[in-house]
């Protein structure tokens, strides 16, 4: 066809021959192939998908294809339509007996390969060695490496993957060593699947040194040292003696380098003053006593009647004539009753009141008078004083005797009060010019030590009897127009 290179014709049983077409297909502009039947006229055929029926002199017929359609009878769709051919290469059509469809192939330029001429020649990476859905990766030459989906591991993601399900226990890591996993234990675990603990503690091998104890965890262990090792292990030694390993007040002395003693006080023993021993061991209490342990020693805690430090002594205080206010005693030697007084009695019996008034110095200060009491005495204290002695100074100032804002001065004995301007009196209690101090119609005027009158002009004379001081004329005199000024001090009779 086209009257050009490149086709070639088959041989067939029922038809003459078919066309395979190479260079000029793609240059088919409305028809694909013509196909020339013997015998057969158009009016007994129908061509498919549109295609135009001719008819020949010879009797045969020739089906005329839109594009996009091959065969016979314009019956096939062709592939070469959908084919998309990578990297420059160009789609050959190749028609079959019938009834089978044509195929198509990829026909690539140099150095490329595949169906659809999308690998390069020598990619390790096409087609893919990687399975199940993994992405290959090129790296040098033909190396190349599979980035596996979840759930698949190996050269080419073709094993199953068993670690994402986190099978190792207590923080071991998993690895795939196919068929089987491994997991890589943390340090004090151990098992198939990490599930055992290592019970570091265990047999001859103490990794605790220098006497330490072990004692095993969960995935470790700690050592608990003696008093002259420390660190993790017990791996440090200390001198003897530092720190102060002796207990309960026992005081350590140093052997040598490595070892010590201790002195222990009296009622501790053993290496470290560690033992405090039962003193009542070996010690019975009589008549039904209950011995108590000390420390170095023992007591017994007597029945009713019974006394001592054994509880082999009668009680001499039953029935005991002793006062009452005093503590009964059975004397050990003697076994009698012995009465220890309070103060302010004295006497076998503890019922003769001393008299504290007449036993030496006078126990009341600043010239308090004494009065005795059974058993005691009480003290009379002078005007400002106060205490069971009269030794404190009575304040006279805490009850606030001054009035008007006044400061109290406290003295031995009395108080001051320290007026402010315009008050007087022994309490401050008297507001001087409310009290009317001027006379023949003077104005009295307060002042900050005392006040003044302003007089009405006329002559001024002194009191003829002052009360307290004599009053001093700073001013006044006579004077038709003005007032006439004159001060006195406080507490002078005023008159104008």
Partial sequence: MNGQPDQSCGIWTTYPYIC???????????????FSLPGLPCTQISCKNGGTCLNHSNGSFTCLCFTGYVGDLCQFVDPCTHKQCQNGGTCSLQMLRPPNPPTSTCLCLPGFTGE?????????CFPSPCQHGGSCQRLSGKQYQCQCVSGWTGKNCQLMDFCPANPCANGGTCVITYPVIVCQCRPGFEG??????????????????????CINSVGSFRCVCPPNSSGPLCQYRLAPCSPEICLNGGTCHEVDERYHGCLCLPGYTGQYCEVNPDDCVGNQCSNGGTCLDGLGSYSCQCLSGWTGLHCHLHDACLGNACHPDAHCDTDLL?????????QGYTGALCNEDIDECQMGADPCEHGGSCHNTLGSFTCRCPEGYTGSRCESNLNECLSQPCHN???????LGKFQCLCPSGFSGPLCEVEECVTDHCLNGGTCLQQTQGFTCKCLPGELRRSPTPKKHKSQIVGCHESPAFYID????????ILC
């Fill in 20 to 34: 395979s077409c190479t260079k000029w297909h793609a240059q088919m502009a409305s028809l694909n192939l013509l």
């Fill in 116 to 124: 659809q001429c999308q690998g390069l020649v020598g990619d390790p």
């Fill in 192 to 213: 198939h699947t990490c599930q055992h603990d290592v019970n570091e503690c265990f047999g001859d091998t103490n990794p605790c040194l220098n006497g330490g104890r």
């Fill in 334 to 342: 003697t076994g009698h009753a012995v009465c220890t007084c309070q």
């Fill in 405 to 411: 804002g006044a400061s109290c001065l406290d003295l």
């Fill in 486 to 493: 004159f001060y006195f001090f406080l507490h002078s009779e």
